[in-house]
């Protein structure tokens, strides 16, 4: 799941308030300066009791720490914060796969945060104070708005985006668009023309180009002198469960699809799914088609345009090293993006096709 968000707009007004000094984080502790950058930086010779009443002081005064002040503190933390929607995810997993091999290699920490659901990441992002010390950030494949971006900017680190162009970070990802045309394209020279599509619902933005696979079916069809049919969109969850449903919806039609294109491997296997309870053959009576090349798509014998997941966490990682190693802050270039290619299997064939 993943193209291009806007720059924030209007960040004058975020920045409009003064800024808080460590200086002020020690006068409501009440102790020196040194002290209090040594207890937020988790530095081991600070009482816990001071060290407590310092992270409340800079937790009341919404304080972040400088540059400064985390060399005054000791250094660099040898430390890198990922920002992961859903870990558990296969997606996310291959993600982090890659970029802690790297970060490994460079003797860096990977230290995770969960940021899924809307209630956790505005928590999150609440409590984004210097106690979270690190060298970088990583962003994992979900979109930021202004005041998450805001926050993440007064951290005064290095951010980078994986899965997806997010912001105005340097980031890896892929053409979801490009990846998309690759699947339609597909069925469209099997024949196919009434062509369903099972669509990620992006409500939480978890998705940083969520138009890109959608307007590629839209422009698909039309390039085949085919108007794209609204009816024929099932919107749901990027997930086994999510593409049941939606398949549902769709054999629910007066008149049904004779192809799916689904949003992501997990939303086609669900599809599936449901085809098969109802005694569909695929891709007999219907064909489908996903993104990722998740492992079970080669199990189940999915068609798949096969995106490079974990190397998109490895190339996040050398963007981080690259920056780490002291060299000028990057201007942030156009996204890099990994090339995607057609899988072909046995869940794709031409409308009505008998095996």
């Known amino acids: 799941m993943t193209g291009d968000t806007a720059e924030p707009q209007g960040p004058a007004a975020v920045r409009s308030a003064p800024r808080v000094t460590l200086d002020d984080v020690a006068r409501r502790a009440g102790v020196s300066a040194a002290t209090a950058s040594r207890a937020l930086g988790d530095h081991p010779h600070v009482a816990a009791a001071t060290r407590h009443r310092v992270r409340e002081a800079a937790a009341a005064l919404d304080y972040v720490a400088s540059p400064e002040a985390t060399r005054l503190a000791g250094g660099p933390t040898g430390r890198v914060a990922v920002l992961v929607p859903h870990p558990s995810r296969w997606f996310f997993g291959e993600l982090i796969e890659g970029l802690e091999a790297v970060l490994r290699a460079a003797e860096l920490d990977l230290v995770l945060f969960r940021v899924g659901g809307p209630e956790e990441r505005r928590a999150f992002f609440a409590r984004l104070p210097a106690r979270r010390g690190v060298d970088a950030v990583v962003v994992l494949a979900f979109a930021v708005d202004e005041a998450e971006h805001a926050r993440l900017a007064s951290l005064g680190v290095t951010v980078v985006a994986a899965g997806g162009r997010v912001a105005s970070y340097p980031s890896v990802g892929i053409d979801d668009h490009r990846a998309g045309r690759r699947a339609v394209d597909h069925l469209l020279h099997l024949g196919h023309r009434r062509i369903g599509m099972l669509a990620g619902g992006d409500?939480?933005?978890?998705?940083?180009?969520?138009?890109?696979?959608?307007?590629?079916?839209?422009?698909?069809?039309?390039?085949?002198?085919?108007?794209?049919?609204?009816?024929?969109?099932?919107?749901?969850?990027?997930?086994?469960?999510?593409?049941?449903?939606?398949?549902?919806?769709?054999?629910?039609?007066?008149?049904?699809?004779?192809?799916?294109?689904a949003h992501c491997d997990e939303m086609a296997l669900g599809a599936m799914r449901t085809l098969r309870r109802a005694g569909l053959r695929v891709p007999e009576d219907l064909s489908v088609i996903g993104i990722d090349d998740h492992p079970l798509a080669a199990l189940t014998d999915l068609t798949t345009v096969a995106q490079p997941v974990r190397e998109q966490g490895r190339r996040a990682g050398e963007l981080v090293l690259d920056a780490l190693r002291g060299g000028p802050p990057p201007r942030v270039p156009p996204a890099e993006m990994l090339p995607t290619h057609l899988v072909l299997r046995g869940t794709t064939a031409p409308p009505g096709a008998a095996r």
């Open 203 to 261: 409500e939480q933005r978890l998705a940083p180009d969520p138009d890109g696979r959608s307007s590629a079916w839209r422009a698909a069809l039309r390039d085949a002198g085919a108007e794209p049919d609204d009816e024929l969109v099932a919107t749901a969850s990027w997930s086994g469960e999510g593409g049941a449903e939606g398949m549902a919806r769709l054999l629910g039609l007066r008149t049904p699809p004779t192809a799916v294109f």
